[in-house]
């Protein structure tokens, strides 16, 4: 009886302890969150604040965005993060996961499909028909073989990008008419009665998942980059993607 006694009471203790611990981090979390939030624009938006590994130092998340600020959220601290014993960038790590997208979960119907070869290495490429980068890149994909490209049109360049996505997704041949305008400078005639109403949905998915630039590529594993990539780069990426079993 003893035994159990002494069992039930350290049980007692450890649960009293942990919720004191909670208490006390919870209340952290929200003089944080109060601090910020008075000095901060109201653009940046806190989503989580939790401990990083230096004592005193918390990380703060505002969408797939990371920084750091103190106990008292009187000081923010923008930079990486560097664990100099493993050589391993806490920040681009942590930045990496919360970038990563659930390829299933993407809207297929709403991209132009674009199939080489057996087409079974995938990549989405959010793009925008004025985006020189994205032009650049799309040279580098007829390249590659054995590869499906879902693009993304998210005309967020100006009123021209607006009327060049219409007429390429309204077009008989998407694929096609895609290829022409990119690589040719050659437009479809427009449709009128085309329901484009995929273009506000991708604008929406491009806010949902923080897509700040095109062309922004998400790869078959959910990992993501954005800007001009080397074809070297590009390879790379696609072995990586490919290496993680599919779900």
């Known amino acids: 009886m003893p035994r159990l006694v002494r069992s039930i ?10 919720g004191a611990f909670v208490h006390v981090a919870m209340a952290q979390e929200a003089e944080i969150r109060k ?10 938006v806190v989503d989580e604040v939790t401990p990083s590994p230096i004592d005193g130092l918390y990380e703060v998340r505002s969408g797939t965005s990371v920084f750091y600020t103190d106990r008292h959220g009187d000081y923010v601290l923008r930079g990486e993060m560097l664990d100099i014993r493993t050589h391993m960038n806490l920040t681009e790590a942590r930045v990496a996961k919360l970038s990563k997208v659930d390829f299933s979960t993407l809207p297929l119907q709403d991209a132009i499909v674009s199939v080489r070869g057996r087409g079974t290495r995938r990549l989405v490429v959010f793009a925008d028909p004025e985006c020189p980068f994205c032009k650049q890149l799309e040279g580098m994909l007829q390249e590659r073989p054995d590869i499906t490209v879902y693009t993304f049109l998210v005309p967020i360049l100006g009123p021209g990008s607006v009327d060049k996505a219409k007429a390429i997704w309204c077009a008989k041949d998407r694929d096609a008419a895609w290829g022409a305008w990119m690589r040719e400078g050659k437009l479809p005639s427009t449709r009128p009665d085309c329901d484009t109403g995929a273009l506000d949905r991708n604008l929406a998915l491009r806010s949902k998942h923080t897509i700040r630039g095109t062309p922004t590529l998400i790869f078959g ?6 800007g001009a990539l080397t074809a070297l780069q590009l390879e790379r990426e696609l072995a990586q993607a490919e290496s993680v079993p599919r779900p």
């Open 9 to 18: 009471a350290s049980q007692m203790a450890f649960a009293i302890g942990f």
């Open 35 to 44: 601090a910020l939030a008075a000095r901060l624009p109201p653009s940046v």
């Open 221 to 226: 594993n959910g990992t993501r980059t954005s």
